[in-house]
């Protein structure tokens, strides 16, 4: 396969993915959530419709035209791929095959209905990648290896794939940051970044940083929107769960009914809980941010003003060449 038949399968199937009827859309949707509960229709909807972005033709050329990748590559890719939020392997899976390379990918057991869609259907548009496209149950045998886990996780991938060229990521979470001066619309738009997937994506808010007495109640007031959330039993027993232990510690936090907001200098929350943190100045804010640095994966700003953030909104739907971890995945596979 050349580069220009591999980037041609996935503009197909960016087509067919948009082109799902809403009969195909739900089934799809309620097959994920059957296997996984934290995926329910809209979540399905969202990662599908986050995918397709990448699938064009004039993003994938222009993507891909900064990197020498071959028409002839025999390597072969490990990938664990997480199940956190639906298709989040998509992008490894989009590298690899892009590159030329084989994929050997072993499955999160949270999302391999999407996963196996996926598979199935750049199959049926392009035969040829039924030779570069593999789901395993044990990885080995490998030429490169990719793996997304936890910090613990991580340790055991460094390891057992210590004699191999390797890209190993572990948590990261993102932030947004309040200038204060933020209209109730741009409010409501952070919100997305705090609700969206319920919160168990790396690109999900779960760190404020707020200039010093700032009022939370018309932030608050701006997200009851997301309110229906808390009907979602898996994310209002840990709403319940996270409550009560803030109680029985005392601990001081303000709380909407579906979401809690309480002071603390970690970087990741509970699912349901917002950590936040006072900053005094930029000088200040930018000291704060620099040493979290290797832990947040992305910034969310009103608009984007503050550096090297983005709009709030924005956070679930990057740009194919945001990498996660900012580690360079196609640059890795180039230089096998």
């Avoid at 390379?101 to 392009?126: N, P, Y």
């Avoid at 040829?128 to 044990?138: C, M, N, P, T, V």
């Avoid at 006072?278 to 994966?297: G, R």
Wanted: glycine fraction near 6%.
């Amino acid at each position: 396969m050349t580069l220009e038949d591999r980037i041609s399968g996935f503009v197909q199937l960016g087509k067919k993915i948009k082109g799902l009827s809403a009969d195909e859309l739900t089934d799809l949707a309620d097959k994920a959530r059957n296997e996984n509960p934290w995926f329910v229709p809209e979540n399905t909807r969202m990662a599908l419709q986050g995918i397709s972005k990448f699938l064009d033709k004039e993003v994938l050329e222009k993507w891909t035209s900064q990197y020498g990748l071959s028409d002839s590559s025999t390597k072969k890719i490990g990938v664990a791929m997480a199940g956190n939020i639906p298709l989040v392997g998509f992008h490894d899976l989009l590298c690899v095959l892009l590159s030329g390379h084989q994929l050997v990918a072993k499955l999160s057991s949270q999302d391999s209905v999407l996963m196996k869609f996926i598979k199935d259907s750049l199959i049926e548009i392009c035969p040829a990648f039924g030779d570069k496209l593999f789901f395993e149950d044990r990885l080995k045998s490998l030429d490169g290896m990719i793996a997304t886990g936890s910090d613990n996780t991580s340790r055991y991938f460094e390891y057992y794939f210590r004699n191999i060229p390797h890209i190993i990521r572990k948590n990261r979470t993102s932030c947004g940051v309040i200038l204060g001066e933020e209209t109730p619309d741009e409010f409501r738009e952070l919100g997305k970044d705090i609700f969206s997937y319920f919160g168990l994506g790396c690109r999900n808010v779960s760190k404020l940083f707020v200039p010093e007495n700032f009022d939370f109640i018309p932030f608050l007031d701006n997200l009851e929107s997301f309110q229906p959330i808390i009907h979602h039993h898996k994310y209002a027993n840990n709403y319940d769960y996270q409550k009560s232990i803030m109680l029985v510690n005392q601990t001081h936090f303000y709380d909407t009914g579906y979401l809690m907001l309480t002071e603390n200098k970690n970087l990741v929350s509970p699912i349901s809980v917002v950590y936040y943190e006072s900053y005094t100045d930029q000088d200040n804010l930018n000291s704060k941010l620099q040493s979290h640095q290797e832990k947040i994966q992305c910034m969310v700003s009103a608009k984007g003003w503050y550096k090297k953030s983005i709009p709030f909104g924005d956070a679930q739907f990057p740009e194919v060449s945001d990498y996660a971890d900012g580690i360079d995945t196609l640059a890795f596979l180039t230089a096998l």
